[in-house]
């Protein structure tokens, strides 16, 4: 399995205060991710990087903004939580080569939005 | 406007039997489609994957069917075992990124 791992697993906040995520990897890969799934919808892409300090928009990235200072780690904030932002997020890392773009998933952050 | 979608929310089959997974895509220009298997309180796996130039690709239990003509592919599992009882999404790439249908819950009943 790809070295994944996202902190906290389960996180209760408050409407208004500011959450971060993290995501963590161990493989070097150069690209991460970072999905909300919601019944009905899938998994969405919030936002992606595509190196160190380098990252870019999904489709669903209002309400957010992200951070990478280092290939390891890849964080999302939420500036000003709201409860439209209770999810579950997944963080996902590729190693692309050529047009293949195999991603491999961290196990999930629940997060619920008081 | 949904470019992945998967029409069908849930399927149940018997063990032992096929199970087919399907799929509708809006886009021509898409150059990969996966699949993944999600277990509850898990990330989703990749599953198996076929190139846009191709019209089948088979693993094991798997097998994926690719009908370009139709925007639309399948996902056979055969035979449908217990541990198959999972959520399966379908994706497909453009552009370096992957987009997701919603899923497709299938349960494999005894």
């Known amino acids: 399995d790809a070295g994944i791992t996202q902190s906290p697993r389960h996180k209760v906040t408050e409407t208004g205060t500011p959450v971060t995520l993290r995501c963590h990897q161990t493989?070097?890969?150069?690209?991460m991710y970072w999905y909300r799934q919601d019944p009905g919808h899938g998994l969405r892409l919030i936002h992606y990087?595509?190196?160190?300090?380098?990252?870019d928009k999904g489709e669903v990235s209002d309400g957010y903004s992200v951070s990478r200072s280092k290939t390891e780690d890849f964080l999302l904030t939420l500036e000003s939580a709201t409860s439209s932002q209770t999810s579950v997020y997944f963080c996902?890392?590729?190693?692309?080569?050529?047009?293949?773009?195999?991603?491999?998933f961290g196990p999930g952050t629940r997060l619920t939005v008081l | 406007d949904q470019q992945v979608k998967q029409n069908s929310p849930s399927l149940s089959v018997q063990e032992g039997r096929i199970s087919i997974l399907n799929c509708d895509y809006t886009n021509s220009m898409f150059d990969y489609f996966l699949w993944y298997k999600k277990y509850p309180a898990e990330g989703p796996t990749f599953l198996i994957s076929?190139?846009?130039?191709?019209d089948k690709n088979e693993d094991g239990r798997f097998t994926v069917f690719l009908n370009k003509s139709a925007k639309h592919l399948s996902l056979h599992i055969v035979p449908s075992q217990p541990g198959d009882s999972a959520v399966y999404f379908c994706a497909a790439i453009k552009d370096d990124k992957i987009i997701f249908g919603k899923g497709t819950r299938l349960h494999i009943l005894p």
């Open positions: 990087s595509y190196g160190v300090k380098d990252t």
């Open positions: 493989e070097n890969h150069r690209y």
């Open positions: 996902a890392i590729s190693d692309q080569t050529g047009t293949w773009n195999e991603q491999f």
């Open positions: 076929i190139s846009s130039i191709k």
